[in-house]
């Protein structure tokens, strides 16, 4: 079987280290400038280069997304920035635009391209092309199911690497390219603006009648006619590596380390289940219901996907309550940065990278030693004794 990895968002330094915890094998980002999540908080050039020295330590690998379709305007900063990445030694650059792959291929040579979906790859010949362009991997489009994808993996053998999403939000769109943010608002998804109108709810007016609106319904549920179900392939995943899929990205640049962590350690955890030949574990896909999503679907994998008619609000069972930021053996304590209000005596979960665990805190203290029975200030340090080890980076959730 060919090396496999996984592949994980980070919108900002947190979201990276955290994944790394969970065990990502490999982490995409973005600069300020030239990505397509435009309002995460991604990465200055200083971050950047800091963080590529620290995924190398660990022995992982980091790309960074250049993928908008760019205008005339972006090609004035655009070289200096990818002769930056080439001297900081990432690992690859996710692009779309011939353009941009074009001043790559020119001003930083040593860099690896990954074509990214807003390419719309959907069959051998194109993947054939790009491998010609020198590109070293393919972000196949969402729209191809396992058996289209393992027709592509045969013709094209080990010449080209394929990536393929495998958890998260999905566009009503082709392979993410959508205009319904542009028109409507004038922030362009394609330039990294996207403001998600399809998760708006929408209704119909009579144009000689516009006080009196009109629901848009599809059944009784709902009229969220463009809202797309959220992917997740864990119960298939062993599909999509059969089919020759050897990256599985993880969709979330916009979305917290504690989506990151639970998501990240539950592919971590089937992917290694895979390898080694064990039974599918369900309660792994337990955990993907335990963080924001909506309903669920397989996308286009095993066939059309469904939409998600019943609401555009994401469902989770469990709060984050606490990021890990260490622990203090000399004191049996371990420290934490509050996220969301929790009390003395309420039990919590402990999300790690060696299992899951639940505990009751009986006292909690701040920083100057004070008791603090109702931990009610956001992002306060705090410390909890216990006799678990924690790690920087694991995390305490509440049952809702």
């Not at 022995?59 to 005339?72: E, L, R």
């Not at 040593?110 to 393919?138: C, M, P």
């Not at 004038?186 to 209704?203: A, P």
Request: glycine residues 6%; proline residues 3%.
């Amino acid at each position: 079987m060919k090396q496999l990895e996984l592949l994980a968002p980070a919108g900002d330094i947190k979201k990276l280290y955290t994944a790394l915890h969970f065990g990502a094998d490999a982490i995409y980002c973005a600069s300020k400038k030239f990505g397509l999540r435009a309002y995460a908080s991604n990465f200055t050039e200083q971050e950047l280069e800091q963080v590529t020295k620290d995924v190398h330590n660990a022995g992982k690998k980091i790309y960074i997304t250049v993928n908008i379709f760019a205008d005339n305007s972006d090609f004035v900063e655009l070289k200096d920035f990818l002769e930056f990445l080439q001297d900081i030694g990432v690992d690859g650059i996710i692009v779309s635009d011939p353009g941009v792959i074009s001043f790559a291929k020119k001003y930083a040579p040593k860099l690896h391209i990954h074509i990214s979906t807003q390419a719309n790859v959907t069959n051998k010949y194109s993947i054939e092309f790009w491998r010609d362009q020198g590109a070293d991997r393919v972000v196949v489009a969402r729209e191809l199911n396992v058996d289209k994808i393992k027709e592509i993996s045969d013709y094209l053998g080990d010449s080209i690497e394929l990536e393929a999403f495998v958890h998260g939000a999905m566009c009503i769109s082709y392979s993410g390219r959508c205009l319904l943010s542009t028109y409507l608002t004038g922030r362009d998804s394609n330039r990294g603006e996207c403001v998600q109108l399809c998760r708006w709810e929408y209704e119909l007016r009579n144009v000689d009648r516009p006080e009196i609106p009109l629901g848009i319904s599809e059944d009784h549920r709902g009229t969220y006619i463009l809202n797309s179900k959220d992917m997740n392939t864990l119960p298939i995943l062993d599909k999509i590596i059969n089919a020759g899929v050897t990256s599985m990205k993880i969709e979330g640049r916009m979305k917290s380390e504690y989506y990151v962590g639970c998501v990240v350690n539950a592919y971590r955890k089937r992917i290694d289940d895979i390898l080694n030949n064990r039974p599918y574990d369900e309660s792994l896909n337990e955990e993907l219901f335990k963080v924001k999503h909506r309903a669920y679907t397989t996308g286009f994998y095993l066939g059309q996907p469904e939409q998600n008619y019943e609401t555009s609000q994401p469902d989770n069972g469990y709060n984050f309550m606490a990021s890990v930021l260490g622990y203090d053996e000399s004191r049996g304590m371990v420290c934490v940065e509050m996220r969301n209000r929790f009390r003395e005596g309420e039990e919590l979960e402990i999300v790690s990278n060696k299992g899951l665990f639940t505990f009751t805190p009986e006292k909690i203290y701040d920083e100057e030693g004070n008791r603090v029975p109702d931990c009610k200030l956001v992002q306060q340090t705090l410390y909890i004794p216990m006799d678990i080890k924690l790690e920087k980076y694991d995390i305490l959730r509440k049952k809702i």
